[in-house]
């Protein structure tokens, strides 16, 4: 590949050939296209070269030869043209594409029980909020597009709830592991709920029988409540709010 040829993105390769970029990135995946590797997951393409290869040439992976460019980002827009993938759910965590495995039996299980906990107390403690859970987009800043397990909006939070998303940060939102995606759960979710403003994330462990209760205080996540196993948890955030761990597992 030349170096001296203009380097392109995945999406203006993609409008260049009419693809979609996911088609493009699962070309990349298969190499059937050339194209230059900048670090992990981050590819740029010479447009003649990959139209030559499409023609009939063959494919070669070519190390990096210069200074790498700062990667777009993608937004929600990008988000709305991804294709839909049986047994997959796609996100986009800081601008950056996330794929990962459909729920377990396990995790919709305790999803399903605590969300009827959820909307048991706070069809009396907010009449007027509401309770959600996945597939349901949350947007923070067009460049962060969550689906959490299950969040509630508050009474007073009414106008983030759009016709096809949540744009803005919900009161509380509850996250329940599963084995692809404990670290990204427990890091990359929980930086950016704390950067958005989401006053309340809990992380659910279904293998370890763990609730995990943060609360934001000063603009950090503090652990303000936990248990595990058959404990009950009383949640400071919301008075009387009682969660016995036993009705999940």
Known sequence: ????????????LAEALNLSVETIWRYTREKRIPFIELGHRQYRYQLEEVVRVLNGGEVHEQPARYEAKPIKKLTYQDYLEIPDEPGYRFEILN????????????HQRVSRRLQRILEDYFSEADPQGEVFDAPLDVTFQDISVVQP???YVSGPQKAIVKDTRIDGPPTLVVEILSPSNSRKDRLQKLQIYQEAGVQHYWIVDPQEHTLECFALQNGRYFLVAAGMDHDVIEYPGFRGLSIDLNALW
Do not use: W, Y
């Open 1 to 12: 590949m030349d170096a001296n040829k203009e380097l392109i993105t995945a999406h203006k």
């Open 95 to 106: 601008g950056i594409l996330v794929k990962e495995p459909s729920p377990n039996v396990m």
């Open 149 to 151: 397990d299950i969040f």
